[in-house]
Each structure stands twice: as C-alpha cells, then as structure tokens.
C-alpha cells in the first residue's frame, strides 16, 4: 500500500496550487494522508480527486476545516497503526507534541506537521514522519512531501523537489 504523506500546505486563495510533482505522485497513492493547515478545504477537494483522504486539523485551519476533520486520528493499514496530529501546542518541540498526543495509543507510525521541517526517525518503536512543506518551505532549500510503503515492512522517504515541478 503506498501512502502519500503531506502537511502545512497553506493555500487558502485560488492563484496558488499544489505542486504537480505532488499530484503525480497522489495518482498512483491508495491513501493520501494531510497533517493539517490546510487552511481551506479546497485543498482536500484536490487531493480527494486522486483518492482517499485521511487527515486533522492544524493551528492555522479555520472553523470549517476543523468541523471536516478532528485534532487527532488513528488509521490502520495494512495491520499497521499510523498516528496523525498537526503537533501544535505549547511548551514541547513540535515532535515532543506528536508524541505526546498518542502516548496512551499503541501506533506505528506517528505523521505529523507544523515545523515544516521534514523527518523520518524512530523514537523507540514508533517510526516518526514529517513531510515538511509542498508549498511553504521557510528558510529550508526545497519543499517536500513523503511516501509510506506498508506491506509486510513500513518503507518510509522525504521527496525533495525545488518548487518548479
């Protein structure tokens, strides 16, 4: 099962898109996961058109994003717990949140957002994902998104790509 992981995409008018790499990639996805700050829910109107989409709510997604989707949630694939959380709060890293927020939960995996910083590492036996940003990379040289393969291993991997795709 492949997996595209984004978050923080933050188009919230209609002159700014997702990026077509990210498009293409979604095509061929049996599940598009968003980490929240969507900012409008024209986003996932797009990524809906490409397949299933499973994701939370971020700091910066107004009332009618958070009335869509909920703060937190667990989606099993393949046999496999996968944990989504934007990782907003205060006073912890923004990894620190993500795992705070499934700490009483047995998952897998946790994907979350908001630093825009893109990570794959594990925290004991939880694979922590981050895609960092398609559209809003800050101070970092490239925008991303991630792939997660679950078949009978979890494959996990950031996607660089310049902004001209």
């Keep these: 099962m492949k997996i595209v ?7 919230s008018n209609k002159g700014k898109q997702l990026p077509t790499c990210l498009l293409n990639e979604c095509r061929t996805a049996d599940l ?3 980490a929240g700050d969507w900012k ?19 700091n910066v997604d107004k009332d009618a994003v958070k009335e869509f989707f909920p703060l937190q949630q667990v989606v099993e694939v393949n046999g496999y717990k996968i944990g989504i959380v934007h990782g907003h709060g205060d006073k912890k890293t ?7 927020a499934f700490y009483d939960k047995e998952v897998d995996v946790i994907v979350f957002g908001h630093s825009h910083i893109p990570l794959i590492r594990y925290f ?3 694979l922590l994902i981050n895609p960092g940003s398609p559209t809003d990379k800050r101070k970092l040289p490239y925008y991303s998104y991630g792939i ?3 078949e ?3 494959r996990a991997e950031i996607v660089f790509f310049d902004g001209r795709s």
């Design 124 to 126: 004991k036996h939880v």
């Design 94 to 100: 923004t990894e620190k949140q993500a795992l705070a």
């Design 148 to 150: 997660l393969e679950m």
């Design 5 to 11: 992981v984004t978050a923080d995409t933050h188009i």
């Design 152 to 154: 009978e291993r979890i």
């Design 32 to 34: 598009i996961i968003h």
């Design 40 to 58: 409008s829910l024209e986003v996932y109107n797009t990524l809906s058109s490409y397949g299933e989409v499973k994701g939370v709510y971020g």
